[in-house]
């Protein structure tokens, strides 16, 4: 099997599990108790609305409608905001990316440090202190932390905005430097929130990581040769531990997604997972399916980016062109 | 001839977990290599020839490893356990290289068999990575590789057993060392490859003149492949000598047990001569002489004292650590 085979097999699949999942979302977010409208709306414009809308259908006639507009590029209206789902999605999307975004470098930058300094030091007192806090990080609740790093750098210290994106005066769009640097600014709450608990997962795993590679043959055959300490770490272990990074980071994005509708909706940062959020809340049908489509699109593209990654990281499931007949015999 | 590697009293214990104390994995063991020799190493498993020969080098994992004080590794008159970490980096790989029993977890999957054998060249010779490279296809050439010019792009996993454990060598050899250490080279191959590559040791030892230290529990590998043999059994050397003596006037009633185990093709089909019991384990070694328990002639002598070693009246060097030297006249079986 070639590259071009796998990559083509591996698309197809990936397309056919983000329609299960909004072919899921569709069905259960229909079957949730509510209705799209508010409770002080005349009941005789709910049923005006609601046949407008083709939501008197049943729900295999609208799944096939909604399916229909999905292939021509609709995503629908949505109800609680009149106007087009895609309109909201292209200005809140975005948003979400960057602050993921951040919280990812974050997370892999700090945690992957810590994983390797730990690891060179192993059992001792750096390592010790830092296994012991990572640990009480890790254990931290997301909806607990966030309040916190609001309450204590937001409101006491007063360091940091407390919430939204950016400087609705000065820079209602990032227009310049400045703007760039406020939006950063804005970000390094929300997105220290959504990483940081991460970032200890990853510390400990990849110190994990580093130290079931230190027993390994080849590292002492590395250690035979007079390989310096360093350069052991560094090399030969280092890059065979990256291999199982790459794993973790293909699982990060569900973690970052779903934190980020909790992060998002505490910092009125205007992502989608606040609009998501809002949706569910409104039971506007449209808006949920959007984003979980988008959201599904992002953990399989997620996904599907760690294993080519691992193609290139690892020799061994490189595919080659003629892979059977290269094998040497003695 | 002057002596190139001195081991002399070399103790490597073992911290064991949950305190059921020291594993004394060697204990007391001492032996001379001289140049272009080879001198193999024997003993079942367990008997420490292993992390004997990891001593060496000082690569036993530390901890739980430790070699005590007052052991002694003298290299060309430089105790390598007395050298700093770069000093001993400058050996490593350099004077005295190593290859391992298994070829398959001791190259590194994710770098070429080019890029592993170049590393040593490059650290200790100072080559650049393209001259590096070139060494590497020359010495994958010495070690009988085809096509070099291919072989030296391709991953461990794109190559066979015996291939890789000819990369090995090519990796141990480029720097050209006065001593290889090989810790029982050729276990994991099938016996057809073991001969070639214990072929391709005897030539390349003969080519580059340097001595062999070949730790095996084949004593077939011994009488084919070494000059002396040391023989080891639970953490102690209990047998020296040339493998011609070895082979013809075995003395310690070890050696002869692991003599009476091999399959001869010659012999009538009997059942194969087994040692009876195990080894001991090493946190408890028996007192006394250590084999008394599996020995078939041991009296009281050998369970009161540990003999040391005695010298033969076979021939010179020959000694063997057994009361048996000094009362021959017991050596009859018991039952």
């Known amino acids: ?330 | 001839m002057s002596v190139l590697l001195r081991v002399r009293d070399l103790k490597t214990y073992f911290v064991t977990e949950h305190g059921k104390g020291t594993a004394r994995a060697v204990d007391d063991v001492s032996f001379d290599l001289y140049p272009g020799e080879t001198l193999g190493i024997v003993g079942e498993s367990g008997c420490g020839k292993t992390v004997t020969s990891l001593s060496i080098l000082r690569l036993v994992p530390e901890p739980p490893g430790h070699i005590l004080p007052g052991s002694l590794i003298e290299f060309e008159g430089r105790n390598l356990l007395a050298l700093s970490a770069p000093e001993l980096r400058a050996v490593r790989g350099n004077q005295i290289a190593m290859i391992f029993q298994e070829p398959m977890t001791s190259l590194n999957p994710v770098f070429t068999v080019g890029d592993q054998i170049a590393e040593a060249a490059i650290i200790h010779q100072h080559l650049s990575r393209r001259a590096a490279r070139v060494r590497a296809i020359e010495m994958l050439r010495l070690v009988g590789i085809p096509d070099p010019d291919e072989r030296v792009d391709d991953y461990p996993h794109q190559l066979s057993g015996g291939m890789r454990q000819r990369v090995m060598i090519a990796m141990a050899l480029i720097c050209h060392p006065k001593v290889l250490i090989a810790d029982e080279p050729t276990t994991a191959l099938d016996v057809t490859i073991q001969a070639q590559i214990l072929e391709l040791l005897d030539r390349l030892q003969h080519e580059l003149g340097m001595a062999v230290l070949l730790i095996t529990h084949d004593l077939g590998v011994v009488a084919g492949h070494a000059d002396r043999v040391v023989v080891m059994y639970a953490g102690r050397v209990v047998e020296t000598a040339t493998t011609e003596a070895l082979f013809e006037h075995p003395t310690h009633p070890y050696t002869e047990g692991l003599l009476a185990a091999v399959p001869r093709i010659d012999a009538p089909r009997a059942r194969l001569h087994a040692i009876p019991g195990q080894v001991p384990a090493a946190t408890a070694w028996p007192p006394g002489c250590r084999f008394h328990p599996r020995c078939p002639y041991a009296w009281e002598k050998c369970v009161a004292q540990e003999p040391p070693l005695l010298e033969t009246r076979n021939e010179a060097g020959h000694t063997a650590r057994c009361w048996l030297v000094t009362e021959p006249e017991r050596r009859a079986p018991k039952r």
């Not at chain 1, 970032?199 to 590292?219: C, K, N, P, W």
């Not at chain 1, 560094?234 to 531990?241: D, E, M, S, V």
């Not at chain 1, 699982?251 to 910092?267: D, H």
């Open chain 1, 1 to 330: 099997m070639t590259g071009g085979v796998w990559l083509l097999r591996r698309l197809v699949a990936s397309v056919a599990i983000v329609f299960a999942v909004i072919t899921f979302i569709f069905i259960l977010i229909h079957l949730a108790p509510g209705k799209p409208c508010s409770e002080n709306l005349d009941p005789r414009v709910c049923t005006l609305l609601t046949r407008q809308f083709g939501l008197d259908q049943p729900i295999a006639v609208q799944y096939w409608r909604y399916l229909v507009e999905l292939a021509h590029g609709n995503l629908g209206m949505s109800f609680s905001l009149r106007r087009p789902v895609w309109d909201a999605l292209v200005e809140t999307v975005p948003f979400t990316l960057q602050l993921a975004g951040a919280a990812l470098v974050f997370d892999f930058l700090l945690g992957l440090g810590l994983g390797i300094y730990q690891a060179a030091r192993v059992n001792r007192l750096p390592d010790l202190v830092l296994g012991n806090a990572t640990l009480f990080i890790y254990s931290l609740p997301t909806f607990w932390l966030a309040p916190i790093l609001l309450l204590v750098f937001g409101e006491k210290l007063g360091w940091f905005p407390v919430g939204g994106a950016s400087d609705p005066i000065f820079c209602p769009q990032v227009d310049s430097l400045y703007c760039v640097a406020d939006r950063l600014w804005h970000l390094v709450l929300p997105a220290t929130t959504l990483g940081v608990v991460g970032a200890a997962g990853t510390a400990r795993f990849q110190r994990a990581a580093m130290l079931e590679v230190a027993s390994q043959d080849y590292v002492r055959t590395a250690r035979a040769k007079g390989v310096p300490e360093r350069q052991i770490v560094l090399r030969h272990q280092l890059r065979n531990a990256l291999l199982s990074f790459i794993t973790r980071f293909g699982l990060a994005f569900p973690f970052l997604l779903t934190g980020a509708v909790l992060v998002e909706t505490i910092f009125a940062w205007p992502g989608m997972g606040r609009l998501a959020f809002d949706a569910i809340l409104t039971r506007d049908y449209p808006v949920v399916t959007a984003s979980a489509l988008i959201a599904s699109t992002v953990v399989v593209a997620g996904n599907l980016l760690a294993d080519i990654l691992l193609g290139f990281a690892d020799p061994r499931l490189r595919v080659h062109a003629a892979a059977d007949a290269d094998v040497v015999t003695a």
